[in-house]
Structure formats: structure tokens, C-alpha cells
Antibody, heavy 125, light 107 residues
Framework: QVQLVESGGGVVQPGRSLRLSCAAS????????LHWVRQAPGKGLEWVAV????????????YYTDSVKGRFTISRDNSKNTVYLQMNSLRAEDTAVYYC??????????????WGQGTLVTVSS | EIVMTQSPATLSVSPGERATLSCRAS??????LAWYQQKPGQAPRLLIY???TRATGIPARFSGSGSVTEFTLTISSLQSEDFAVYYC?????????FGQGTKVEIK
């Protein structure tokens, strides 16, 4: 069965960095795009970033929401079935549960059919 | 950015009754619209994609309709397990955007 397990959350001071991981199993990881979606406490869902199946580094297969561009970087290691979210220059407004979600396709152009359980990131001094 | 607006914010319904949730896009998203259900402390679950196609394992009491900018999720006869928050999401444009959610609560 498809499983996505996030880790790496915690409490971090403003301006510092954190790296989230999402370990996948139960499917051919390299065939699918993966997204990060976050949810601030008591709030709705906000899409953060996506990386396509091949994870090429030319920038054409990664997209970000405007509020994290230049601060967050999504990457993947297909040999480890893991997607990452490197978060730099963290702000209080980045406080949220971060979910990893699988796209139904490899390009990242579609919707999310499986979600992880989420990992909580708290940015506070 | 496409803004997705859901209404109402909260819907109070008795078990067995019909619930109708609305989602409006600020510009056309064609039929590239999904619905998710989220229960407290849980991750969202895909219900509907392509505006009207039920995801695998979703009961027939859930149905979606609409296109372009106006969409509806209908739950024909609410069961106890259906009380949750429902989100619409467009996947026609970047960035992907969600509505703010409709909470379906027990009347």
C-alpha cells in the first residue's frame, strides 16, 4: 500500500533553517511527482511546492508558491524514495503542519491522491 | 493566482439529510477541480477529481458537478463519518490553490 511518512519537523527560531523529509513506499517512486502542502494551525490548506518525477535540476520541473520562492528548495532522491523540503530563512508565518502528497502523474500537473500524516514546523523565538 | 471561494463556511446538517457545498474560482479552471475531505488530526483525503469523478473507494453518496468557475459537491445522505471539513482545489494553473474550506457539522 502507498505510504508517505514525513519527518524533520520541530521548533526553530526565525531566520534559521530546517529540512523536511518524506519517505515513500508501496509504489514506483521515480514515476510520480511529489508535492508539499502546508496547513497553519486552525487554518486551511496551502500548496507549497512540487517536483516532477525526474527531479531535473534545470529548474523547469519544480514550482513554488510565491511566499517561499528563494527560501525553500524541493528536491528528491529516487534511490532513497525520498523527497525533501529545505527551508531557509524561516518566518513565523511558515509555522504549519507540512504534508507530503503524491501527484497522480509524473509531471506534477494534477491532483493529490495520497497524503502523508504531516510533520509540524513551529517557527518561534 | 486563482482564488477559490467556498460557501458556506459552515454547514449544519442532520444525519440523513443532503448537503450541498459550493466552490467558485476567480477565473476558469475548466474541469481541473478536486475535492478533499479532512477530519480533525488527519490528512486530507481525495474525494473527487475532474470536477465529477469519484476517487477510488469513495461512496456513491458523494457527487461533484460543475465546470469553468462554478462547482458543487453534494453529499446525498449524510452519515456520521461525513462530518468534516471539505476543500476544493484547482489544478489548472500555478500555483495550485485551495478554497478556505467548508465545515460540515452536526445539526
Amino acid at each position: 500500500q502507498v505510504q508517505l511518512v514525513e519527518s524533520g519537523g520541530g521548533v526553530v527560531q526565525p531566520g534559521r533553517s530546517l529540512r523536511l523529509s518524506c519517505a515513500a513506499s508501496g509504489f514506483t517512486f521515480s514515476n510520480y511527482a511529489l508535492h508539499w502542502v502546508r496547513q497553519a494551525p486552525g487554518k486551511g490548506l496551502e500548496w507549497v511546492a512540487v517536483i516532477s518525477y525526474d527531479g531535473s535540476n534545470d529548474g523547469s520541473n519544480k514550482y513554488y508558491t510565491d511566499s517561499v520562492k528563494g527560501r525553500f528548495t524541493i528536491s528528491r532522491d529516487n534511490s532513497k524514495n525520498t523527497v525533501y523540503l529545505q527551508m531557509n530563512s524561516l518566518r513565523a508565518e511558515d509555522t504549519a503542519v507540512y504534508y507530503c502528497a503524491r501527484d497522480i502523474g509524473g509531471s506534477g500537473y494534477f491532483y493529490f491522491d495520497y497524503w502523508g500524516q504531516g510533520t509540524l514546523v513551529t517557527v518561534s523565538s | 493566482e486563482i482564488v477559490m471561494t467556498q460557501s458556506p463556511a459552515t454547514l449544519s446538517v442532520s444525519p440523513g439529510e443532503r448537503a450541498t457545498l459550493s466552490c467558485r474560482a476567480s477565473q476558469s479552471v475548466s474541469s481541473n477541480l478536486a475535492w478533499y475531505q479532512q477530519k480533525p488530526g488527519q490528512a486530507p483525503r481525495l474525494l473527487i477529481y475532474g470536477a465529477s469523478t469519484r476517487a477510488t473507494g469513495i461512496p456513491a453518496r458523494f457527487s461533484g458537478s460543475g465546470s469553468v468557475t462554478e462547482f458543487t459537491l453534494t453529499i446525498s445522505s449524510l452519515q456520521s463519518e461525513d462530518f468534516a471539513v471539505y476543500y476544493c482545489q484547482q489544478y489548472n494553473n500555478w500555483p495550485r490553490t485551495f478554497g478556505q474550506g467548508t465545515k460540515v457539522e452536526i445539526k
